[in-house]
């Protein structure tokens, strides 16, 4: 009766283990996977921002023969030519701070699907010490005249190895908490400047660049077109098409959506990490999770289609 | 302090807008076109210059750009008033062009 009251509260204390273990691995390992996609799209936004400038300076010198190449305008600043619109040292930082991200992020995803032992602390020990002893018990019962004693050995004995494996994946669900809910005023920093980058910089030069384009080529034919040859229009009709789907394209392209994606999706992990964690709170941060990844399939496909454009 | 880039950018896209707007004639499309290029041109350097908190000629900039583009969102006012418009945002090119030369640096 004893023995049996023993092994009923072992099996209680399991359950309760079992219960109260995380799994963070197949969430994480979803938002590592979206935020890389999202640094390499908006990372290539950045680093072809001078290039992009350059392009534009010279469509419109094209268009215009009346317009001179120059180094320096007559206002005294330098033309995107070879002048840097966007310092280097200003775009390095902006790439080293979305690297820091997706640092950070495959961190977690590393941390969450970690298998490394970790050493017990005394009291695990002594738990797994006490289900050790009981199975050497048993043990020991086996061949006397208990003759059920044995059919625990077995099952006592994974219980051992399995009691240590759940405390191993709360060790490692409390360093993803503390990682998570440290790392948050940080990456909420990055993220908010990263956005406030995009919003107020990128997006606008972006946009009326590719309406600048738009307009000039339409100009350009309005003006030109009495005296262009059949072959001409056509051509001159193809680019207004391509310059069109292209303004059309980065209207709807939203980099600064992919920022604050991931800035919703971390809040998610955080508000997770800091819930008690039953399957309704679990359910709402794997729905974030892909919701993130929608979001990001969607502005990838959009960039796919401006650069199939250009 | 920062000149009111956001303002400036509708601006700039409503001078493309009426670039190809079948109501304007055309020669006055093509100065909307020109125009429309030399504030983008401004916006480039706007966007990453500072200048010292107070600056009054950053404030005078920022109402300018603030009336130009409450005058153009008025459609029907605009279109009547082609020549108007223009004359305002060529007069809008210029302060932002002496604006830039007071900038204290561009970051």
Request: glycine share 6%; hydrophobic share 40%.
């Amino acid at each position: 009766m004893k023995r049996l009251r023993l092994i009923l509260c072992l099996c209680i204390i399991f359950l309760l283990l079992a219960c109260a273990s995380v799994n963070y691995d197949k969430p994480i390992g979803a938002f590592q996977k979206s935020v890389d996609e999202s640094v390499g799209v908006i990372g290539k936004y950045y680093q072809d921002l001078n290039t992009y400038e350059r392009s534009l300076y010279l469509e419109s010198a094209f268009l215009d023969p009346q317009k001179e190449v120059l180094l320096t305008d007559s206002q005294g600043q330098p033309t995107p030519l070879v002048g840097n619109v966007f310092s280097a040292k200003g775009i390095k930082a902006r790439l080293d701070s979305l690297s820091l991200v997706s640092m950070y992020s495959k961190r977690l995803a590393d941390l969450a699907g970690s298998t490394v032992p970790v050493q017990f602390p005394a009291r695990a020990k002594v738990m797994g010490d006490n289900l050790s002893n009981l199975a050497t018990t048993f043990g020991s019962l086996a061949g006397s005249h208990d003759t059920t004693a044995s059919s625990y050995i077995g099952p006592i004995s994974s219980l051992v190895g399995l009691v240590g494996q759940i405390y191993l994946e709360r060790q490692r669900d409390a360093a993803l908490t503390k990682a998570i809910t440290e790392g948050d005023p940080l990456i909420r920093r990055i993220l908010d400047l990263l956005e406030a980058d995009l919003v107020n910089v990128v997006d606008p030069l972006r946009k009326t660049g590719e309406k600048e384009l738009l307009a000039e080529m339409v100009g350009y034919y309005n003006n030109k077109r009495l005296k262009m040859s059949y072959a001409e229009r056509r051509q001159a009709i193809d680019a207004i098409k391509a310059d069109a789907e292209s303004y059309s394209a980065a209207v709807i392209f939203n980099p600064s959506g992919l920022v604050s994606g991931m800035a919703e999706a971390h809040q998610a992990l955080v508000k997770y990490a800091k819930s008690d964690k039953n399957p309704n709170d679990f359910a709402e941060m794997v729905s974030a999770m892909e919701l993130f990844t929608t979001r990001v399939d969607t502005v990838a496909g959009a960039v796919r289609k401006l650069q199939s454009i250009r | 302090m920062k000149c009111d880039t956001a303002t400036l950018t509708q601006i700039i896209d409503k001078c493309f807008d009426l670039s190809m707007d079948g109501r304007v004639k055309p020669e006055q499309r093509s100065e909307f076109l020109a125009l429309g290029k030399r504030l983008r041109g401004s916006l480039l350097n706007l966007l990453s210059a500072q200048f010292d908190d107070g600056t009054k000629a950053v404030e005078d900039a920022n109402t300018k750009l603030t009336k130009i583009n409450s005058d153009l969102a008025n459609e029907a006012n605009t279109l009547n008033n082609l020549a108007f418009t223009i004359a305002n945002i060529t007069t809008l090119v210029g302060t932002l062009d002496k604006l830039i030369g007071l900038a204290k640096s561009f970051v």
